[in-house]
């Protein structure tokens, strides 16, 4: 089998960061190169992997990353809904001789439907990709990645190139890249910890779907297998959608353990949680009550089905190795 050549973006972030570690330790006779925004960026990438080369620039420069793309077998998007950078990846893997092969990570708040977001409660649809991948792949430009997934998954028909999207959910756990590590839940503590006391949103009904960040790089190392061996078991295109998921959790789960933990650890004197109304939340964030009190809940069947585990399943150990990064900074 000849060498891989896999250029992947967005690994000086949380998830990113992951990705690339768990990726070249699993597939190590590849050749990796990596987006970068800056030489310190770039410093950090190669004092960790000295084998990956960095290329500096912005995921929207069209000449760097059209040619990065063209240069790659595979492309590994983790930088975000950009249109301009999936056009400038689109256009350098089609531009190739063989084409080319693009695993996009999206997420879940495309489930959110902005006119009935009901704050605090928790939703009372579950989306499952084996059952509703139609319904959710003809979404309104309404909701969020809505027309940046449908594009991506229209690239084989219009352009030739293969694309897969992995929708994540709620992600949990300490990362393990050389830049960014702390996610959503490592800024939920920092806000108790400036507060001095749990919160959530409402009756923090809301439930999320979670899987852990280590968990969410292995599905991405799962299919990127399954590409380089050219299985069957993966679909492409308009087929090509697969959520990863582990289990749920409220959000008021969620709170009353990191207070607890808190407490436990010195840094609150209660575990006692308020109850904050919309309005009020707002005053600490302006996007309160989505990232505290939306709710979001899907079920990965599809990536299951072809034989993906994800192997942590303890929320709270999450969130409590979560709680102590947090409170080492």
Known sequence: MQTQKIFITGTTGYLGGTTLDLVSK???????SVLVRTKEQADAITSAYPSVTTI????????IV?????????????????????QNILSGLASKPGKGTLIHVSGITCLLD??????????????NDL????????FEPTREHAILDQRILRAPEEMGVNTVILSSCQIIGNGSGPWKKDSFGHGYVKTVLGRGKGFVVQQGENVWSWCSVRDVASAIVFTLDKIITGSSDIEYGQDGYYFVQTGE?????????????????????????????????????????LL????????????????????????????DETVVAATAV
């Open 26 to 32: 699993t597939f190590p006779a590849a050749e990796y």
């Open 56 to 63: 500096i620039g912005d995921i929207s420069s069209q000449d």
């Open 66 to 86: 059209t040619h990065a793309a063209n240069a790659a077998d595979i492309v590994i998007d983790i930088a975000g809904d950009n249109e301009s950078g999936i």
């Open 114 to 127: 902005p006119s009935s977001l009901n704050l605090g409660y928790a939703a009372t649809r579950i989306y």
């Open 131 to 138: 059952d509703d991948k139609g319904e959710i792949l003809a």
């Open 249 to 289: 959790v409220s959000f008021r789960e969620q709170a009353q353990a990191v207070a607890t933990k808190l407490q436990q650890l010195g840094k609150l004197d209660t575990d006692a949680i308020d109850e904050l109304s919309v309005p009020q939340a707002t005053k600490i964030h302006p996007y309160a009550g």
């Open 292 to 319: 505290w009190g939306a709710s979001c809940r899907s079920r990965a069947g599809r990536l299951r089905s072809i034989g993906w585990s994800p192997q942590e399943r303890d929320w709270k150990a999450l969130m």
